[in-house]
C-alpha cells in the first residue's frame, strides 16, 4: 500500500514564509508532485521533483529527500491569493500513478 | 483555449438513475484520467487510458465504465447510482514531458438525491 501524511491545516499572515510538509509511504516511487486547489476550482500543478534538493519556481519552491522520504513546498511572500489547499502527491512507477495526499489547507490573514 | 474540459459542470439526479460524464482535452496529451474528490477533499484516481488503452483500473464498483473512442476523449458512464456517487469528479490528462503535471478539467459535481 502506500501512504501519504500532510498537515491538514496550516495559518500564515500576508508576506510571510509558509512550509507544508509531506512524508510518504509507497513502494515504486518516482517522484513527488504539489498540487494547488482553490475552493470549488481544479487541482493546478505546481510542481515535480524526481531527484533530491530544492526546485524553485518564482514564489514558490519544493524539496525532496528520497532517503527520508519526505518533501515539502515553500512558499514565500504570501499573498491573500494564495488561500488555497495544497496536495502532495507520489508519482508512481509502472503507469505513471498520481497518488494523492488528504491536502493541506492553507488561510493567508492580511 | 487549450484545455481539459468536461461536461456538465453539475449534474443532480436520483439514486438508480444512469448517467455519463463526457470529457475532452486538446493538448495532445497520450493519457488520460478519472479522479474522484469527496467531500473531505480526498482526490483518489478511478482509471487510466494511454491512447484509447485501459491501464488502470482502481478499486471502483463495476457500475462506474469508462469509454475512450479517441486519445482526446475520456467518459464516464456510471449505472444505478447511488448516495454515496455524491462527489466531484475529475477529468485529467497528461503528456509525456519530463515533469509529469497533470492537466485537470474544471470538474464535474454530481449530486444523488
Known amino acids: 500500500g502506500q501512504s501519504l501524511e500532510q498537515p491538514s491545516e496550516v495559518t500564515a499572515v500576508e508576506g510571510a514564509i509558509v512550509q507544508i510538509n509531506c512524508t510518504y509511504q509507497?513502494?515504486?516511487?518516482?517522484?513527488l508532485s504539489w498540487y494547488q486547489q482553490h475552493d470549488g476550482g481544479a487541482p493546478t500543478f505546481l510542481s515535480y521533483?524526481?531527484?533530491?534538493g530544492l526546485e524553485e519556481t518564482g514564489r514558490f519552491s519544493s524539496f525532496l529527500s528520497r532517503s527520508d522520504s519526505y518533501g515539502y513546498l515553500l512558499l514565500q511572500e504570501l499573498q491573500m491569493k494564495d488561500s488555497a489547499s495544497y496536495f502532495c502527491?507520489?508519482?508512481?512507477?509502472?503507469?505513471?500513478?498520481?497518488?494523492f495526499g488528504a491536502g493541506t489547507r492553507l488561510a493567508v490573514h492580511p | 483555449d487549450t484545455a481539459v474540459s468536461q461536461t456538465p459542470k453539475y449534474l443532480v439526479t436520483q439514486m438508480g438513475n444512469d448517467k455519463s460524464i463526457k470529457c475532452e482535452q486538446n493538448l495532445g496529451h497520450d493519457t488520460m484520467y478519472w479522479y474522484k474528490q469527496d467531500s473531505k477533499k480526498f482526490l483518489k484516481i478511478m482509471f487510466s487510458?494511454?491512447?484509447?488503452?485501459?491501464?488502470i483500473n482502481e478499486t471502483v464498483p463495476n457500475r462506474f465504465s469508462p469509454k475512450s473512442p479517441d486519445k482526446a476523449h475520456l467518459n464516464l458512464h456510471i449505472n444505478s447510482l447511488e448516495l454515496g456517487d455524491s462527489a466531484v469528479y475529475f477529468c485529467a490528462s497528461r503528456g509525456t514531458d519530463s515533469n509529469y503535471g497533470y492537466t485537470f478539467g474544471s470538474g464535474t459535481r454530481l449530486t444523488v438525491v
Open positions: 487510458y494511454n491512447n484509447k488503452e485501459l491501464i
Open positions: 502527491a507520489v508519482l508512481k512507477g509502472g503507469y505513471n500513478k498520481l497518488i
Open positions: 521533483n524526481a531527484l533530491d
Open positions: 509507497t513502494s515504486g516511487f518516482y517522484g
